[in-house]
Every structure is written in C-alpha cells, then in structure tokens.
C-alpha cells in the first residue's frame, strides 16, 4: 500500500465556495490535464454518496477503463471516490476541505492506493504523474476560482455555445458550469440533442428559436478547420461559407427575436489583418490581404445584421491558442518530441499566441464587461517570432530544435495554406482587453507551454 499526500491553500476563497466549485457540472473535465487523453464513459450523480464514473483513460497505443465510486461525503468538508473496477489493486482518494485562520482553504488531497505485481518501477512513475497532475490541478484552480471571483458580484448567464464539442467550446462550456452559469450547446446532429442543447443546422438555415429564449448570450465558435488539408477552391468555399452561413443565420435570428441573448461573441482571427511583418498591431488596424483576410472580412461582417439591432456583438481575433489537446500545438508536439522541430522559412514572421485557458477567460471577461464591443484581439500581450516560440517549445520539451523547414519546402507541401498560415506574421496586441482590466496569467510563451504540458516546476 502506497499513501501520497498532496495540499494547497486558497487564501481567498473559503471552504464553501472551493466545494462547491467541485460540486458543479465540468469540475471532473477542468481537473483533467490537457494532455491526458481520457474518455469520459458514464457519469452518474455529481459527487455525493453512491455517485459513479466511468472513464476510458488512453497510454499511447493502450488504454484501460477506470470505474470509480464516490463516498465519504460531508458538505463543505470532504468527499471521497474509490476504485470499483480499474488497473490498480485498488485506489481510494479522498479531498478535503479546512478553513485556515484567517480566511481561505486548505485542499488536501489523500490517496491510499496498492499497484499491482511485477511492476518494479511503477511506484516511481505513479509518484511522478500524480505530482504532476496535482500541480497542475491546483494552479487551474487557483486561476479558475479567481476569474470567477473577479465577477462575483454579477447575475450568473446562461450562455448558448455554438461550436461546443470542439477544443475552446468545450473548454469555456466546463469554466462556466464550474462559475455557476448554465450552458446550452447548439448542436447539429439531432441525435444529439439533451436537455442542456438545442438543434441547428446553418447549411439549411434552421435554428430553434424558441430554445434560444431563455439565453442572455450566444458564444459563436463553429467553422471548419482551415488547418485540415490543402485550399483547394472547394475547400476554400468550405471555410469561407462554414463560417459566414452560421455567423448570418445567428446574427438574423437574434436580431428579429423580442427576447433571448442582448450579447453575441462571435469568433474571428488575427488573419484578418494579413501578412503584417513587425508592424504593432491594435484592433483598430485595417484589413490586410490573403484569403484568411478575406475570410474574416465576411465573417465580421455576417454579424453585423445583429449589431445593428441593438445586440452587444464583440469579435473576437484570435490568434494561436496554446494547448496540447488540439490545435497548433498539439500538431506540432510529436515531431518536436522526436528532435524534428525547427523554425519554418526565415522564423522571423510574427506569431501571436494565446494560452487555451487565457484565452476561454478572455471570451468570459467579455461576456461580463458591457463596455466591451466591435472588434477584440485575443492574443497575449507578447506576440513572438517562430524563431522564438520554435527555442521556447524545444526548452520547454528538452528537445534540440535544429532542423528548420525552408520556405519553399513549407509552400510545396501546404500550398496557399502554408504561405498564410505558416509564413506570413501578425504582431496583433490585445489594446482593448487590457484597456477593461484583464489580466493574463500568462503572458510569456515558455510560461504557457509549461503549465499545458505538465513541465511547470
């Protein structure tokens, strides 16, 4: 039998409010490290006594699947899940929530668990991904917990997410149920659909109204990948009218309803200020050229049907959002693990980045701030050039990054796409977030890539 001992302590959030922020819908999802690749099964019941999951947790080619139950349950004090079925002999954790003197909380999280036989080394590795794990579940807390004090004082939303299955929807819909806002996701496939989602379908401009009612915001994150293969003129028409169709149909449908969401955050991306060199980049730059220009150009502009109805709209120009479960840098990691990461062309174009869980914090402030309106970056205030982000993701990985790709071999294997969005540079700086009062908790690259991938000491 192995016991671990792992605490933190949350000097301003008492007992009640860390409990209940375990309590909510998407705590299990916010504790999961983004790199783990784990399959929620089944969930029954929150946390209380009797409450199950099920999870299908993957280990490079092999997985196994882990059934816990949970017991001990004290409101405000501590609960516990034990192993019913799993790979361990057996496995029992429990949390536990204290008030310190003086305001705040002490978490501490006890585990009593008994590995298998003939694993010599396994004690050593356990010992080191729960540690791994914690920290990082702790500094997400921290973070969490203090995004949402930030606007305590204000109603909780129910927010309409399109988009919501992919890597920001589900990462923003999990950090609102965990605040105590409602969620409803739009969802296309009708076989689908649940109690917390509503049907819609931009190809046939069909979206349930009367479901949109009860909102008082909509999140619009879908459209396709652009990153998903080569632009052709098919596919080129593909992310142009994925995006522009359900931006339009959205943008008619809130500004003809008499009730439902006054708020519309619709996506966009730094792209539309083109290929801009080193050039310092705020909201209030013109349009540049290319074809994610012209893309987001139509985008913006689909939601303006809305805007002109009174509705708050704020689009929101991302840029490179930073995480291991997806996108750019979850494409980039294998061949940076394997020592085969280089800067691309010159490495001297601009990249403006966003940590993922900065960058789901950013759509909430603006949800709670009315001042924000019209055009956002959401971007870290420290734009870096591929050479740089190329060094940090290398350190980050201790891996050499010594192989760079020269621009003629980027442009043959990727076309158009390559030129764009590995190539061309946007120094894009996030002047209006600022300006309301957002803080980044992460502001330098390495920093973010660290805490994404587990390497924070």
Known sequence: ????????????????????????????????????????????????????????????????????????????????????????????????????????????????????????????????????????????????????????????????????????????????????????????????????????????????????????????????????????????????????????LISRTLATMSGGPRILVSASAVGFYGDRGSERINETALAGKGFLAEVCRAWEGAAKPAERAGVRVTTLRTGVSLSPAGGALGQMLLPFKMGAGGRLGSGKQYLSWIDNDDLIAAIHHVLMTDSIRGPVNATAPHPVTNSTFTAALGRTLSRPTVIPVPAFAVKAAFGQLGTEALLWGQRALPEKLLESGFTFFYEGVEESMQFQLGRAG
Request: glycine letters at 10%.
């Open 1 to 248: 039998m192995t016991r671990l001992t792992y605490r933190t302590e949350l000097i301003h959030h008492d007992p009640e409010t860390v409990f209940a922020w375990h309590e909510r819908l998407g705590a299990l999802e916010r504790l999961t490290p983004p790199w783990a690749v784990v399959d929620l099964l089944e969930k029954k019941g929150g946390i209380e006594d009797g409450a199950t999951v099920a999870l299908r947790v993957h280990r490079g080619p092999a997985s196994f699947k882990w059934v816990l139950e949970h017991t001990g349950y004290i409101e405000n004090e501590r609960f516990r899940d034990e192993q019913t079925s799993g790979p361990l002999k057996s496995w029992l954790h429990t949390h536990r929530f204290d008030a310190i003197d003086g305001g705040g909380t002490r978490l501490e999280d006890d585990i009593e668990l008994e590995l298998p036989l003939g694993f010599p080394m396994a004690p050593v590795l356990v010992r080191g991904e729960l540690g791994r794990l914690f920290r990082f579940r702790y500094r997400r807390l921290f973070t969490d917990l203090a995004r949402h004090a930030t606007h305590s004082s204000k109603p909780r939303m129910t927010v309409a997410i399109t988009g919501a299955s992919g890597l920001i929807g589900s990462n923003l819909a999990d950090f609102l149920t965990t605040g105590g806002h409602r969620v409803i996701r739009l969802v296309r496939d009708s076989r689908q659909l649940a109690d917390d989602s509503i049907y819609w379908n931009p190809a046939t401009g069909e979206i349930d109204v009367e479901g949109l009612v009860g909102a008082d915001a909509l999140v619009h994150l879908a459209g396709t990948s652009i990153a998903s293969g080569r632009w052709t003129e098919a596919r080129k028409r593909s992310i142009k009218q994925s995006r522009v169709k359900g931006t339009e």
